[in-house]
């Protein structure tokens, strides 16, 4: 009998003390794949040890490459004597960022071929931006039986004006790691403005591209004929920051977060704030200390600098404990409240309209077997249970080890009585549960 692993919490203890973030996941899954562009030795600090790195590394191994590992968070990719070839497609059918090879191998090779992105099932996340991008660069793209096709004619792409029709942080990223190497100028508008996309541009400039004006909505990438070997320190994970934020207001306790760019964060704190918990910035740490009875507030999703999306089934945990009514309303993604269920079963009140929650705050929850329908959500039932009376039971945990690196001890280290137990692997309860 095969047996899988769940979190097991009980729950009614205040988070206290301090927790270092890791690199930024958001900006690892674009960077490992940019190391393809690469001939010589690209030296990555602060990666952080997720299973979407892990499963991309494992990529670029099996295409070739040399990866060592000088550290927990320090690693060499060479990607020197790399060639075209099929990747492991089980792999990339697991991950989202697999779509990212799609502009590294049209760079490097002139041609790609993947299967079309995995990840968490949250609603429809097309990459026709992405498409459009590498067309307009010259590739020719078929999308085929799972699988994407791309080829650049001359085996070389030529530099053009792309307008995306949505802010996209995916293509965004996905048309600067194809433009590094292309002929002449590419300009990006309405580009999306995502710290991430920031430290990748910073990322390819260190190894010899020539990518202007990341973190505004109009990106200018100029070609250049190869890139050389560097070192590079991915920036700290904003979402995992903010997590903990919120994990230490729900839990009415004081975590001081180290090892952050408070700017990235001011959304978040802003918001933390609105309902009386106290936010103070340092240089490169946040102190967040609850105070007092949480009070309610109003949230919408938007492209950064606003309200991220990946911080709102945390944000709608927190609003549980809070006095009054709440909403939440989703500007990014269609169906990404499928957690709401999950919250219920734990004695909260949250009700789905459309693209909008409403929490009607002020409920006591409870312990209570639940399961992580994808990478945030299991974040955000993580906190459900630190909050909770009595023990709190969290299946599926494979989401949510995607995106936190060490995440039961850096908790526990908090104060946080939360362990990993395995059971068995029950087909017939899994056979109505919608995953990728």
Known sequence: MCFLEKYVIKGGKPL?????????????VAIIPASLLVKGVCRIENMPHISDTDMLLTILKELGAKVRFIDNSTIDIDCTNVEFGNAPFDLMRKIR??????GAML???????????????????????HIKGMEALGAEINVKNGFVYAAAPEGKLHGSFIYLDKVSVGATMNIILASVLATGRTIIENAAREPHIVDLANFLNSMGADVRGAGTDTIKVNGVESLHGGTYAIIPDQIEAGTYMVAAAATKGEVLIKNV??????????KLRETGTI???????????????LRKVNIKTLPYPGFPTDMQPQMATLLC?????????EGIYDNRFKYAAELNKMGANVNVEGKMAIIEGGHSLTGAPVMACDLRAGAAMVIAGLCANGETEIEDIHYIERGYED????LRRLGADI??????????????????
């Open 107 to 129: 760079g490097r090779f002139g041609k790609a071929k993947t299967t079309m992105p995995g990840g968490c099932n949250f609603g429809c996340r097309p990459i026709d931006q």
């Open 16 to 28: 206290k003390g301090e927790v270092t973030i890791s690199g930024a996941k958001n900006a690892a």
């Open 279 to 293: 936010v103070q910035n340092f240089e490169d740490s946040v102190l967040v200390r609850a105070s007092g009875n």
């Open 419 to 436: 362990c990993i137990a395995e059971y068995p692997d029950d087909t017939d309860k899994k056979d109505n549960v919608i995953a990728v």
């Open 261 to 270: 760019i408070p700017k990235h964060l001011e959304c978040i704190s802003e």
């Open 321 to 329: 404990q809070a006095e009054g009514t709440s909403v939440i309303t």
């Open 97 to 102: 960022a697999s779509y990212y090879l799609i």
């Open 407 to 410: 995440f039961v001890e850096k």
